[in-house]
């Protein structure tokens, strides 16, 4: 393992602390901040996604899935700039969405995908136990 000097004494009476902090001062750090319609597009197409498999849910999941995608394209073009993160937020909440929507336009044209439905007793039933492992106020 090879160390680097950086010629700098630790003694007390010199001042070369003060120059690496005025390097460190200087550095050209930029803030960078997420896209809101990034983190937007992402959470609104997960849920989407997620309430796609019951029919109950159809009209749900596709107006998610729709303002899923408009927020994605918002936020593609924010995270474009150099200060904004959130592209592939943006990006998967674009695929996201379009998976809904693909899953939607497939039950409209007469396929049944809504296979959550059958998982419907099965959930209620886990939900069920678990509530029983909570105490009763």
Do not use: C, E
Not at 31 to 47: E, H, K, N, R
């Amino acid at each position: 393992m090879t160390t680097q000097d950086l010629a700098l004494d630790t003694a007390p009476d010199d001042d070369s602390s003060g120059v690496l902090g005025t390097l460190f001062d200087s550095s050209p750090a930029r803030s960078v901040q997420t896209s809101v319609a990034a983190v937007a597009a992402f959470a609104l197409g997960l849920l989407a996604v997620l309430a796609a498999p019951f029919s109950l849910s159809m009209t749900l999941s596709g107006s998610l899935a729709v303002v899923a995608l408009v927020s994605s394209v918002v936020g593609m073009a924010r995270a474009s700039r150099p200060d904004v993160a959130g592209s592939l937020l943006a990006s998967v909440g674009m695929v996201l969405a379009l998976a809904t929507l693909a899953l939607v336009g497939l039950r409209y044209a007469g396929l049944d995908t809504a296979f959550g439905d059958a998982l419907a007793p099965t959930l209620a039933s886990w939900l069920d136990g678990l509530n029983t492992l909570l105490p009763t106020p």
